[in-house]
Nanobody, 127 residues
């Protein structure tokens, strides 16, 4: 059974940091493009960051998190991370990781291209 499990969420004050982890089972994350998405109550799902698995492991970030969030991976641990620094109240949401079997491409908007999704982890940022 394929599973993605997110962890690392929590409650922090504005300006704080969190590192989210996404652990895969039943699939090798190193063979998939990985995306991080978030959804706040009453809002649409938003692409936060994604990473391809081409030679350069190209990384993309949404405009609202650029310069504050960093996506990375550890293939030996079958884990993808999202380092979140200088958090703002607007970052409050449930964060999901997702895997796209087209490893050479990733999108922050075409969430339907991701075949596997985790259940999410809550991030709450207070002012």
């Amino acid at each position: 059974e394929v599973q993605l499990v997110e962890s690392g969420g929590g409650a922090v004050q504005a300006g704080g940091s969190l590192t989210l982890s996404c652990v895969g089972s039943g699939l090798g994350l190193g063979l998939y493009a990985i995306g991080w998405f978030r959804q706040a109550p009453g809002k649409e799902r938003e692409g936060v960051s994604c990473m391809t698995r081409n030679r350069d492991n190209t990384k993309y970030y949404g405009d609202s998190v650029k310069g504050r969030f960093t996506i990375s991976s550890n293939n030996a641990k079958n884990t993808v991370y999202l380092q979140m620094d200088n958090l703002e109240p607007g970052d409050t949401a449930v964060y999901f990781c997702a895997a796209n079997p087209n490893e050479k491409y990733c999108s922050l908007t075409a969430h339907w291209e991701y075949s596997f999704w985790g259940r999410g982890t809550q991030v709450t940022v207070s002012s």
